[in-house]
Every structure is written in structure tokens, then in C-alpha cells.
């Protein structure tokens, strides 16, 4: 389970074991510390800001603790949707320690969880959104570490500075290290321009098309392995859940400003 992972033009080479440790005979995968370690903080970040922004801290420990439970199901579902072929039976579905999650399936989960939430507590679900959205950036961008460790979703043959090579192989384009980038420059961008807001929902708007815009083209970048497929070796069904966020995330932002402005009228 060890790897050589290099970085040829960075002149940096890493052993890469991607198991942590073993507790009571059983091996503890990276992949799962760093998704478990993503969520936390980013947990924390929106706890820690949440009260300033009208969201009582008591209500983001239950939607943390909801929206992790769904998300995990709703990234497994997700997956064996669409790659059923690598599941083979109904009851492999169970046994996601074997692997096979999606991301996108873990974003649904956690939003449909969130949104059940306020709604049964009669909470503002929009400027809930809002406030969880660095959340989710942070718990991507950690999370995304995890392919490292398990030396796995990277996209096709590249020469460019940013290569990585395993076990001496081809360069290939690290994939979670561009939606990493990506995902801390949208961070960084939200928690700027997040209080210049003209409506609830606006944020969250925001979030769904700077992380749909990098999918589109991160995706199309895959290697055709690491791709879940609507149309077999030509359509991904992650390209198409991109271009729908992008236009949810841009129709939406749009909406909700006119909105806001009619009501000031």
C-alpha cells in the first residue's frame, strides 16, 4: 500500500503509505482522516462565525451532525448509481469501506438535510446556506487529499511544472491539488465579498458556480478510468451536474438580487 508520488517539477518525491495506522488489527486509511479532518474544521469555522451571522451555534451542531450522516449515504448512493458495474450486488452497496463515494452525491445529501432542518426548526434555510458555505469549501479542499494518499483521480499525461509521477510513471495533472487551488481561491473570494450580499441565498449561489465552473473542467481532464459515466466514454455525469450548477449558481444569484431589490421598493 505504498506509493512513490513525485512532483518532478518541483523536485519534490513523498513515500506515500495509505494506511495511517491500524487501531484494534484494522488499517485506518488516510483518505478517511482527511475527509473526517475537512469536515471537522470546517465545522468549527462555521460554528465559530455562525452567531455573528444569525444562526445560533446549537442549530450548526445538528446540521453538522445531519449533514455528515447524509452525505456519506448520498455519496454512496450517488456512486453505485452510476458505476454499478464495479458494485456487482446490493449488498457490496454496503460496504463503502472497499471505496467508491462521490462528492457531488455528499454535497446533495448534506444540502437535503440541511434544508429538511430548517425547515422543521423554522429557520431563515437561505442565509443558512449562506453561513455553511465556507464549511463546505474547507471540507473540500482537505477532503481532496485524500486521492493523494491514495494515489488515485489524476487526469491525463501533462509536462507542465505541476506533474506528478507515481511509482515512476508518466507525468500526469494532479487533480486534487488544481481543485484545491481552485476551491481556496472561491474560500477566499466568499468570505470577502459574502457580507456585500444583496440577499439571502446569494452566497450559497456562489459557492454552487465557482465549484460547478472548476468541475466542468477538471472533470473533462480525468483519466477516462476515474470518470462515472451518463453516456459510456462520452458523456460524464459529473460534466452534466456541473453545467446545471453553473446555471442554478448564476440564475439563482440573479433572482434572488431582483427579489430583494423589488421588496426594498
Known amino acids: ?14 513515500e ?8 484494534f488489527s484494522r488499517p485506518i486509511f488516510w483518505y478517511a482522516l482527511c ?3 475537512g469536515f471537522a474544521l470546517g465545522f468549527i469555522f462555521v460554528s ?3 452567531k ?12 453538522g451532525f445531519w449533514g455528515l450522516i447524509s452525505s456519506i449515504v448520498c455519496a454512496r448512493i450517488y456512486y453505485c448509481i452510476f458505476d454499478w458495474d464495479s458494485i456487482g450486488s446490493f449488498w457490496n452497496i454496503f460496504k463503502i469501506w472497499e471505496g467508491g463515494i462521490a462528492i457531488y452525491g455528499a454535497i446533495i445529501g448534506a444540502v437535503l438535510s440541511t434544508a429538511i432542518y430548517c425547515k422543521v ?7 443558512v446556506f449562506d453561513v455553511c458555505c465556507p464549511g463546505l469549501f474547507i471540507g473540500q479542499i482537505i477532503g481532496r487529499w485524500g486521492n493523494f494518499f491514495n494515489a488515485e483521480v489524476f487526469g491525463r499525461e501533462t509536462e507542465n511544472i505541476l506533474r506528478m509521477t507515481i511509482n515512476g510513471g508518466v507525468g500526469v495533472h494532479p487533480l486534487f491539488l488544481y481543485e484545491g487551488i481552485w476551491n481556496l481561491i472561491g474560500l477566499v473570494i ?8 444583496k440577499a439571502d ?10 465549484y460547478s465552473l472548476g468541475r466542468l473542467f477538471l472533470e473533462g481532464m480525468r483519466q477516462s478510468e476515474y470518470i462515472l459515466y451518463l453516456i459510456p466514454n462520452v458523456l460524464g455525469i459529473s460534466q452534466v451536474v456541473a453545467v446545471i450548477g453553473i446555471i442554478i449558481g448564476i440564475a439563482g444569484k440573479v433572482y434572488l438580487g431582483i427579489k430583494a431589490k423589488k421588496t426594498l421598493q
Open 1 to 14: 500500500m505504498v506509493n512513490t508520488i513525485a512532483f518532478p517539477g518541483l523536485g519534490l518525491s513523498f
Open 52 to 63: 455573528k451571522r444569525g444562526v445560533d451555534p446549537d442549530n450548526i451542531f445538528d446540521i
Open 35 to 37: 475527509i473526517l479532518t
Open 190 to 197: 466568499l468570505l470577502l465579498r459574502r457580507d456585500k450580499k
Open 48 to 50: 465559530m462565525t455562525a
Open 201 to 210: 441565498g446569494q452566497v450559497f449561489c456562489f459557492y454552487i458556480f465557482w
Open 16 to 23: 506515500v503509505n495509505r494506511v495511517a495506522f491500524t487501531l
Open 121 to 127: 426548526k423554522k429557520l431563515n434555510t437561505l442565509n
